[in-house]
């Protein structure tokens, strides 16, 4: 598994001082399955919070959605953890 070159933080701007409630990763990860080797990418949404981290949400990135990505980014401060 490895990173993509960036991040995206999503941010409270109401709150002062200005607080991250979430980030967005490109993951690549390689599943040997014997005889081949099968590559792929997921955008990976992370909920920031004061006492830990945690998954919310997991973005095939062949999809090429980064709409539904920032939705989920956006959704991520009230969405359940994974």
Not at 68 to 79: I, K, S
Request: proline fraction near 4%.
């Amino acid at each position: 598994m490895t990173l993509g070159t960036k991040a995206e933080w999503r941010v409270r701007r109401d709150a002062r001082p200005v607080r991250p409630y979430a980030l967005v990763l490109l993951l690549h990860l390689q599943k040997d399955l014997g005889a081949e080797t099968v590559e792929e990418s997921r955008y990976v949404v992370v909920k920031l919070r004061p006492f830990g981290a945690c998954v919310t949400a997991s973005i095939d990135s062949k999809r090429g959605d980064r709409q539904a990505v920032a939705r989920e980014a956006d959704r991520a401060l009230g969405a359940k953890c994974r």
